[in-house]
């Protein structure tokens, strides 16, 4: 088992160490902040919690999980010896770039470098260091013990070999990786993420439906299929021929603005955040966020494990 070495511990790292702990690779996690680093090990536990309770880890694979896990104050000492690291630290790109030029320094002379950034650019990333071939983006959603894609993205001087080490590292780690070919902003999952949100807050702007509603139509709707097939699958289901005539019909109506929307601008300019200030669309509480998100991971892992062998095999049509 491979070496890692995590330099962040917050609620990325500290997710991402339990993913490589618990399946048996030694984990050394770095953080500056005393503070992150010793509540890493208590946030894990209550990480596993879920796991436990539908008998996916057993007791003692979770203690295995923390034994395998060593807490770093120092960058190189972390690095020391490790094969791949993986940089979750703050969305900054000159500390990122900092950050992994050391690390490369310090690790094993061919080791994998990869950086969880939500939005930056790899290439950008991989400015100033030594081999940027073995940089990769390896971009885990939270929280990353319970959601299995990860996408893999590959910069501009990213190597084959990089790219298909990461597959395989977070493969054999029980997730589903995909392959962003081409650096874009947002890479897969936050384009259309984003492209939805903005459908979103433009019904609500123009008193089409009130969040309540347009927050159902998903939840209730057709947001129920996505665990099992995506939204080509769905069209190839529904008939591409009806998908074009509603896309048609649909699409000259559809908010395409490049800007983010005036509602959104106009509750953030009133302090109005969401679960942070009490106030977003809905009114939130501490204990409502809790309980919120302590169903959260026990509901997702229900649904994946209700979900696992149902999905059809695919077979693209153009290769
Ligand atoms: N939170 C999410 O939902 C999410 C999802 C996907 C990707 N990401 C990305 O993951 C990365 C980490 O995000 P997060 O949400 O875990 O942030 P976070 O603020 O929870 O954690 C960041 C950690 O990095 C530590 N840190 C600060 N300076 C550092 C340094 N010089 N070296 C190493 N660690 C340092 C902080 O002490 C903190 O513990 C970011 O690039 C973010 O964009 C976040």
Redesign the pocket.
């Known amino acids: 088992m491979q070496a890692i070495a995590i330099?962040?511990?917050?609620?990325?790292?500290h997710?991402i160490a339990q993913v490589f702990a618990v399946r048996g690779h030694p984990v050394r996690l770095?953080?500056?902040?005393a503070?992150?680093l010793e509540a890493a090990p208590q946030r894990i536990r209550r990480g596993m919690e879920p796991f436990l309770q539908l008998g996916l880890h057993t007791p003692r694979e979770a203690e295995r999980c923390l034994e395998n896990l060593a807490l770093c104050s120092e960058?190189e000492a972390a690095c020391r010896g490790a094969r791949v690291v993986i940089?979750?630290?703050?969305?900054d790109l000159g500390?990122?770039q900092?950050?992994l030029a050391r690390a490369q320094a310090a690790a094993e002379p061919d080791a994998l470098l990869c950086?969880?950034?939500?939005?930056?650019s790899v290439s950008a990333m991989s400015r100033g260091l030594e081999k940027p071939d073995r940089l990769v983006g390896t971009?885990?959603?939270?929280p990353?013990p319970v959601i299995p894609c990860v996408e893999i993205v590959r910069g501009e001087k990213t190597s084959d070999r990089s790219v298909d080490e990461a597959w395989s590292l977070v493969a054999a780690a029980g997730k589903q990786p995909v392959r962003v070919r081409r650096e874009v902003p947002g890479f897969l999952g936050n384009r259309l993420q984003h492209a939805l949100q903005r459908e979103a807050l433009y019904l609500v702007e123009q008193g089409i439906a009130s969040p309540e509603d347009v927050d159902r139509v998903v939840k209730f709707g057709f947001g129920l299929r996505y665990a099992l097939m995506g939204p080509l699958e769905r069209a190839d289901l529904g008939g591409l021929d009806v998908t074009y005539a509603v896309q048609q019909t649909v699409l000259p109506g559809l908010d395409n603005r490049t800007t983010p929307s005036e509602l959104l601008r106009r509750r953030v300019q009133a302090g109005e955040l969401g679960v942070k200030s009490g106030r977003g669309f809905y009114k939130w509480t501490p204990e409502k966020k809790e309980r919120l998100q302590g169903r959260r991971d026990l509901a997702l892992l229900g649904i994946l494990q209700l979900t696992r062998g149902l999905a059809t095999e695919l077979e693209p049509s153009d290769e």
């Open positions: 330099l962040g511990a917050g609620t990325m790292g997710g770095y953080d500056p902040s503070a992150a960058l940089e979750a630290a703050p969305e500390l990122k900092g950050l950086s969880n950034t939500s939005a930056l971009h885990f959603w939270n990353a």
